[in-house]
């Protein structure tokens, strides 16, 4: 079983239209979450950092964890054409960690 | 926020040469700097992380001889691919962690190198 599991889409939506991306997680010693946004052939952005269970809002983002199931989403409100990208969830375990586990990515594609 | 920078954006050698990838934390110092390799439609896999002035730790499978990793300072980090060959084609990306100013550990990336090898 993989650390973490992520639908690598691809994922088209109108433009507008709440957009849920989300990965599960094995192992329960993780601790920090993040989401990075990655457009073609560039390194990776980083969106959103949480490190406890509950919503952490950011403009359109939300950052959502829920720590029993081991399950992290992000949603996207009124997409946009500029949010087409591909989504990175990310997952290190508790403090002083030296690797981060990354997911494969979703591909979003929003259409105007 | 802050910035990490790569040299070269993108890189095209012949098979046995050695390329040497540059990441620079512009606005930070980096106490740890970290390298991955990511292969079309696929996550980013880890390489190594070096902390400044010590050793690279390489991750399972990554060859440390093939792939050199210099930290000499707290805002420059390089790796260097030696005899590279056209299994070594990919999208090599550095990563910084300030773990001076803040206490999140949060990773800047930088925008990621293309190697090619002919």
């Known amino acids: 079983q993989k650390e973490v599991e992520q639908d690598p889409g691809p994922l088209s939506v109108p433009e507008g239209a709440i957009v849920s991306l989300n990965c599960t997680y094995s192992n329960s010693a993780f601790q920090y979450f993040m989401w990075y946004r990655q457009y073609s052939r560039k390194g990776p952005e980083l969106l959103m950092y949480?490190?406890?269970?509950g919503n952490k809002e950011d403009g359109r983002f939300t950052a959502q964890v829920d720590k029993s199931s081991k399950y992290i989403s992000l949603f996207i409100r009124d997409s946009q054409p500029s949010d087409s990208a591909t989504y990175l969830c990310a997952i290190a375990n508790s403090g002083g960690y030296q690797k981060v586990t990354f997911g494969t990515g979703t591909k979003l594609q929003v259409i105007p | 926020g802050a910035v990490v920078s790569q040299h070269p954006s993108w890189v095209i050698c012949k098979s046995g040469t050695s390329v040497k990838i540059e990441c620079r934390s512009l606005d930070f110092q980096a106490t740890t700097m970290f390298w991955y390799r990511q292969f079309p439609k696929q996550s980013l896999m880890l390489m190594a992380t070096s902390n400044e002035g010590s050793k690279a730790t390489y991750e399972q499978g990554v060859e440390k001889d093939k792939f050199l990793i210099n930290h000499a300072s707290l805002t420059l980090s390089t790796l260097t691919v030696t005899s590279a060959h056209p299994e070594d084609s990919s999208f090599y990306i550095c990563?910084?962690?300030?773990?001076?100013?803040?206490?999140?550990?949060?990773?800047?990336f930088g925008p990621g190198t293309r190697l090619t090898v002919l």
């Open positions: 990563s910084a962690r300030d773990g001076i100013r803040t206490s999140t550990d949060t990773q800047y």
């Open positions: 949480t490190y406890s269970s």
